[in-house]
């Protein structure tokens, strides 16, 4: 399948994407087991990362050289790329410098919000934003907007600590598993337990004395039910005992026995069994 050419791959040249905003070093291109002219090519390489250092997004700079973000972060995964990342980070580093220039440039100039009038254009307007002149007041001048406050990292500030955050633990992880020391497993679950407990003393520490003592002994009375095997569909008084039981087939009610075949004719009927109690009489009773 060949990929359609995309006019969004004509780039500015480099010296005007980052004009005032720092230079890309020089890196070298990932290498490719199969050269193909719609693939990660050395010049489509180029133009993505010039297109990173412009917007600072790498799904629009994936998208002004007609590749997928799937992709790009496939190519910075392969052996040989560590140059190619570094570009990366720098891109991303001018990138967020002229997004600050221009949410510098709405705060000073404001934008052109339409006006408009029973659903017609009628013209536009001008807004300001004083908000977002603030904060980048505080961002590029903390030392005099900060209102006091505890100076903070601006934008690059903080991805830069996240950056390091990250290359700090991995040599960190590295060096124990070089030391054969560092289970990463148990040592995630060792973790939760002591968070776990933390958070049980905690909310001890805040329960009545009648309710930790209640707390204690519903802990006790479930230890003992789990050493005992309890289970609920066995105990008549647990609501599933009763709702299995009553979604039970209804057992079907016993036929009466058929009865005895008549005897002969001329077999004499067996008589009657006698009456008990007093007897009553009838008027067809001939001694009435």
Not at 125 to 138: A, G, I, K, P, T
Not at 163 to 186: F, N
Request: proline share 7%; glycine share 8%.
């Amino acid at each position: 399948m060949t990929r359609r050419t995309d006019n969004r791959e004509t780039r500015l040249p480099l010296d005007e994407i980052v004009a005032g905003g720092g230079e890309l070093p020089a890196f070298t291109p990932v290498p490719r087991k199969c050269r193909r002219h719609d693939g990660w090519t050395e010049t489509r390489q180029r133009r993505f990362i010039e297109a990173l250092a412009d917007t600072g997004s790498v799904d629009a700079a994936c998208r002004a050289v007609n590749m997928s973000t799937v992709g790009a972060y496939h190519l910075r995964r392969q052996p040989g790329a560590e140059s190619f990342r570094k570009a990366w980070e720098a891109a991303l580093d001018l990138g967020v410098r002229r997004i600050e220039d221009v949410a510098m440039q709405r705060a000073l100039h404001g934008v052109e919000v339409p006006v408009y009038s029973y659903g017609k254009l009628v013209g536009t307007r001008r807004s300001y934003n004083d908000r977002l002149l603030m904060f980048m007041l505080r961002n590029r001048a903390p030392g005099r907007f900060a209102e006091g406050k505890a100076k903070g990292l601006n934008a690059i500030g903080k991805m830069e600590l996240e950056r390091l955050k990250k290359q700090w633990r991995a040599e960190w992880e590295e060096e124990k598993r070089r030391e054969g020391t560092y289970e990463h497993e148990d040592e995630v679950l060792a973790s939760i337990d002591r968070k776990l407990g933390q958070m049980r003393e905690r909310r001890l520490f805040h329960m009545s004395p009648r309710t930790r003592a209640l707390l204690e002994a519903y802990e006790a009375a479930h230890r003992e039910d789990e050493a005992n095997g309890y289970n609920p569909y066995e105990d008549p008084e647990h609501p599933a005992y009763i709702e299995r039981n009553a979604q039970a087939p209804t057992p079907l009610p016993e036929l009466p026995a058929p009865a005895e075949e008549a005897g002969d004719e001329n077999s004499e009927a067996e008589p009657p069994p006698p009456e008990t109690g007093p007897r009553i009489r009838t008027l067809k009773d001939g001694e009435w």
